[in-house]
């Protein structure tokens, strides 16, 4: 399995209190991807980080904000946590981007409950 | 923007039998279509990726194809077992930007 790590793995939290997950990647991999998954919706992209200090939106980025200062490390940030964004948060790195993207490999999950 | 469907949402099927997944996708313009297999409470686990210049890809007892002029792929399970249970998700990369589109996935239950 490719060595990434999240934490929180579970976190319960109130409305309007920041919360940051982190992902950990030992593959030295150049591309970070932040989902959500939600019942009948599938997966959809937050935030992707194509290097250090390079971050790009996806589909669903309003309300999360994203860091990335080392290759190992991508951090996604909901500022003011809202009910909507309680959801099964998912990391995932690839070697490859853009037309030539490769597989992408999945952290475990970070469940995230907002009262 | 690219629509991904997986029909039908689940699938049960005893021991032995051979099976297909289906997946369709709205805009045939992609890079590349990825089939992915969850546990319950688990990530996902890369299955097999095949790219856009490519008709069918295998690995084991799983083989992939892709149509990318209908719109279409298929993942075929030989010789079924309990352990294949899951749920399977076909992604798509296109629409020229980094991005990754999800089916919402089928449920497999392998019958012992």
């Known amino acids: 399995d490719a060595g990434i790590t999240q934490s929180p793995r579970h976190k319960v939290t109130e409305t309007g209190t920041p919360v940051t997950l982190r992902c950990h990647q030992t593959e030295n991999h150049r591309y970070m991807y932040w989902y959500r998954q939600d019942p009948g919706h599938g997966l959809r992209l937050i935030h992707y980080s194509y290097g250090v200090k390079d971050t790009d939106k996806g589909e669903v980025s309003d309300g999360y904000s994203v860091s990335r200062s080392k290759t190992e490390d991508f951090l996604l940030t909901l500022e003011s946590a809202t009910s909507s964004q309680t959801s099964v948060y998912f990391c995932?790195?690839?070697?490859?981007?853009?037309?030539?993207?490769?597989?992408?490999?999945f952290g475990p999950g970070t469940r995230l409950l907002v009262l | 923007k690219q629509e991904v469907t997986q029909i039908p949402a689940a699938l049960s099927v005893p021991e032995g039998e051979n099976l297909v997944l289906n997946c369709s996708f709205t805009d045939s313009a992609i890079y590349n279509l990825q089939w992915f297999r969850q546990d319950p409470g688990k990530g996902l686990t890369s299955l097999l990726l095949?790219?856009?210049?490519?008709r069918e890809q295998t690995s084991g007892r799983l083989n992939a194809s892709l149509d990318k002029s209908s719109g279409r792929s298929t993942l075929y399970i030989a010789a079924s077992q309990p352990g294949d249970s899951a749920t399977y998700l076909c992604?798509?990369?296109?629409?020229?930007?980094?991005?990754?589109?999800f089916g919402t996935g089928t449920r497999l239950t392998v019958i012992p």
């Open positions: 992604a798509v990369v296109g629409g020229g930007a980094n991005n990754l589109f």
């Open positions: 995932a790195i690839s070697d490859a981007g853009g037309q030539a993207r490769g597989t992408q490999y």
């Open positions: 095949i790219q856009s210049s490519q």
